[in-house]
């Protein structure tokens, strides 16, 4: 065993998960053939509320191929309720949530019936085959309307308001009374924001089996969290725990879209019981459009209380968020982890949050990349724009006046999170630099004066987030139904190989190239010796899976403490070989000498001596094997500034990004071109947001953007090209100082890109634009019309063709 | 993503394809490069009981020289034609009008007789088709006919077609010396346009002596901009005679309007400019 020579944290390696995904070498869920296998085709609702009067399964049941036909009534004494983790108040309004619907359907695409049978194409042709009986009910959309309670989702549940969540900091003794600031404000800002209903598009889409062999049933999923959903499975079912396991093979993307216990999960394994056969369900990327759940959809009323010279006193968060037609696994906690954010990196003397959850007719919302603090970031720096506008300074200025200063840190906020670290200025002003932002305002100033038909906006986001979820105490505290730790073991194997096993579960963030590199620097063994095995619960028998930019922070913690463990066991055992005593020994490049001579035993020999066991120190085991178990004291916070300019044709209006540039601090860097990555990423999804993104209902609750040609995802043909930087401001929370990357970049671009375009349109009159700002609705704002709506007027798309009738 | 059962046939001959079809019935449909019918197909937006597949009829492929003007195999892919020096030299417009289409791998497997066919008026080449005066040759039962491009498309997704005719050949007439620009506004690079305009222009000694102008996805199928055509003729090629008469591409006063004049004074000043 040679020690690596240079270390390899911080080293910017390639994946070594990339050589088989790019070329094809892994198998995806949906690749798995087993003996026997079964195929699952789930019939859909075409109506978004209505009573089931009839299902004919007759003709379907004849069709060729067709095993078993089940309807909602077949499956109601078994299936149970699909789970939801977080019931954020205890008075909380939770509709039942079947799997199959069984005398009501609740939003258009949810599942009505089954088809199974010996091939996808005979269960897909027999699904045409079912009639269904439906007797519609008027449809609740909209939230505003959905609060007036006029119509219900859930008449059982009387009104269409799930709860309500308030955090006041009067209350909570971490601030002054809010509307006390704002009777007392020298100014006053008050707004009201959309964020429109997003739907995650991961590019692998979901995909089931479940084999029922030998008396245990093995579950594969396409899915972010196999160790949850073992345990929900169980829940749901009543199948004991420890006869169920959970395998996530490698899976293509997530973005929280795969954070779900889903109904087709919970059905494949209701079917492989019954029919004692494996069964397969792969979606098609309609059907995921249609049924997976979707993201953020939220009608944001935010005031803002401050003194004319830019201070801000207090902000006021009212908000309505659209929980769809049931609470998925952890849909009502998604707008409260926004609840921690709105005060962002800012100094507010007072500050009050009331979030009210809301039923509609629509796919259900949950965890979308960034999950509520997306929301609240767009929120904060929106107003942070307009009070600048009110007040007539520069927006950097204002943000400058009210943020925490570097320090002041750590520094308790006003929404009662202790921030641990952080320098704003470093972040800002290397952002300001790449930016070349006074050169970019002459050019604005200059084009104004033209009366350029391209106007340029400059947009600015300087933003935190609480990542690496969550302090178990903390969500505890928050009513969520699971704790937020997270594990690892090293085995020691005696040629000196290691293997690793994390609870995270990766789904394209390159943890196996990342842990491989914390754990050649721990225990100074190659990078190529390390093997990363996850997401099979019989070799990775706990954890709590990936999401919330949690797995470094969190898992890579429970790593060192592993490795930390590896080595205190080997030094008492090098000792013993070199017969020396422990406190003389050293570790350093794989290897342990005894201090001042020349005497050393490798890591190596270490591990073969613990596991041959000839001659071990009196009491102690074989085996140089540990696990480790990390449970956090306190959230990573990572922080940047994002600066945006886009060109705004205002003939077409069509925006056009011209410059990006994103400072980021993650605290230390593990990987950076891993980094770059998730940045890159993210900044794609956020971006998306602000101009691209949508999912569109007609009004009758038709998803009217369910294929990738109607609901438009940015490729990298679409994006400029971004200019990416980093301050390392550690984390003091764990060992590696990490804080977390994956979210940072969807958080941080939304603001920027939406304050950049209004930024270069103010002048001529407009005030505000909805999300996505599609060229219709800047030149519609342009005009000084209303917003045109998220219709399909200008779109092409296939969207086009099924208003043919699916005429070709 | 699993298509309704079909008869997968595979003539060797026009003259076979054409027999097929009538064989087949109304349910049969022609697979050409396969870019918008499989998508269709497999999203059950249409069942066709048999799919003709026309792709290994190299007699509709290439570009020929037919004197004044350019015959072009209605199977040639997007990618031929982007790389065509005939098209190049005589059909400059069609040429960057394709350049435009989806994605290269797109452009490799979808063909210039397919998109006409399918007919969709968010779809590039049927405004260049309708601008350069372009001749569809069909063949079916009885034989060969000729349509020309202001009555081949029809309504949406509707050609002149019969359901047992095929598309053989495009004459294009030859279009030499004439600059040429496509303004295209669409959200994202795979996305169609929201409206687009193809222009050629003809100028000599400083005067516009010709136009032509095809309007993608304002109407039901491709618009011809007559209006603005005339209004450029005997006019100096200049900003102000091209702003005069880009207005006349619509008269309207809704977003799609305004797209249409913006986006043919733009494709003008482009292609008269170069």
Known sequence: MTATAEPEIGKARLRKEDTRLITGQTRWTDNLQLTGMLHMAVLRSPVAHARITNVDVSRATAMPGVALVLTGEDLAAEQGSLPCAWPITEDMKAPAAPALAVDRVNFAGEAVALVIADSAYHAADALSEIDVDYDELPVVLDLEEAVRDNDLVHEDLGTNKSATWVYDSAEAGSGTDVEDEIASAEVVVERTFRQQRLIPAFMEPRSVVVDPAAGMFTVWSATQIPHILRWMLSAVTGIAEHKIRVIAPDVGGGFGGKLQVTPEELLCLLVARRMGRPVKWTETRTESMLSAHHGRDQLQKITLAARRDGTVTGLKVELLADMGAYLRLVTPGVPILGAFMFNAIYKFAAYRFVCTNVFTNKVPTDAYRGAGRPEATFAIERMMDELAVELGMDPMKVRELNWIKHEEFPFTTVAGLTYDSGNYEAATARAMELFDYDGLREEQARRRADGSPFQIGIGISTFTEMCGLAPSRVLGALRYGAGGWETASIRMLPTGKVEVITGTSPHGQGHETVWSQIVADKLGVPFEDVEVLHGDTATSHKGMDSYGSRSLAVGGTALVHAADKVLAKAKTLAAHMMECDETDVEFASGAFSVRGTSTSRSLGDVVLAAHVAHDLPEGMEPGLDADATFDPDNFSYPHGTHLCATEVDTETGLVKIIRYVAVDDVGTVMNPLIVDGQVHGGLAQGIAQALYEEATHDEMGTLTSATLADYLVPSAADLPSFITDRTTTPATSNPLGAKGVGEAGTIASTPAVVNSVLDAVRHLGVRDIEMPMSPERVWTALQGRGDPGSGDVAAGGLGSIDAQGGQE | ?274
């Open chain 2, 1 to 274: 993503m699993i298509p309704a059962e079909f008869k997968y046939l595979v003539p060797s001959t026009v003259d076979e394809a054409v027999r097929m079809l009538a064989e087949e019935g109304e349910d049969a449909k022609v697979l050409a490069g396969g870019q918008s019918l499989v998508p269709v197909l497999r999203m059950r937006l249409a069942a066709p009981t048999a799919l003709i597949d026309i792709g290994g009829l190299t007699e509709l492929t290439g570009v020929r020289d037919e004197g004044d003007s350019l015959l072009i195999g209605a199977m040639t892919t997007h990618y031929e034609v982007q790389r065509d020096h005939l098209v190049q030299d005589h059909a400059l417009l069609l040429k960057l009008v394709t350049d435009t289409v989806a994605d290269p791998q797109v452009r490799h497997r979808g063909t210039f007789g397919g998109s006409l066919c399918h007919a969709d008026p968010a779809g590039d080449l049927l405004a260049p088709a309708l601008a350069l005066d372009a001749v569809m040759i069909i063949a079916g039962p009885g034989g060969r006919r000729e349509v020309p491009a202001a009555d081949f498309f029809v309504d949406y997704f509707t050609t002149a077609l019969a359901p047992d005719e095929i598309l053989v050949d495009v004459r294009v007439p030859k279009h030499t010396g004439w600059s040429a620009h496509y303004e295209k506004l669409n959200r994202v690079a795979q996305a169609w346009s929201i409206v687009a305009v193809a222009a050629a222009v003809q100028v000599r000694d400083g005067t516009i002596t010709a136009a032509r102008i095809g309007l993608t996805n304002v109407g039901s199928g491709p618009v011809r901009a007559a209006d603005v055509e005339s209004a450029l003729v005997g006019q100096p090629a200049t900003a102000e005679s091209i702003s005069s008469a880009a207005v006349r591409a619509s008269s309207g006063d809704g977003y799609k309007d305004n797209l249409a004049r913006v986006l043919t004074g733009r494709a003008l000043t482009a292609a008269v400019t170069g």
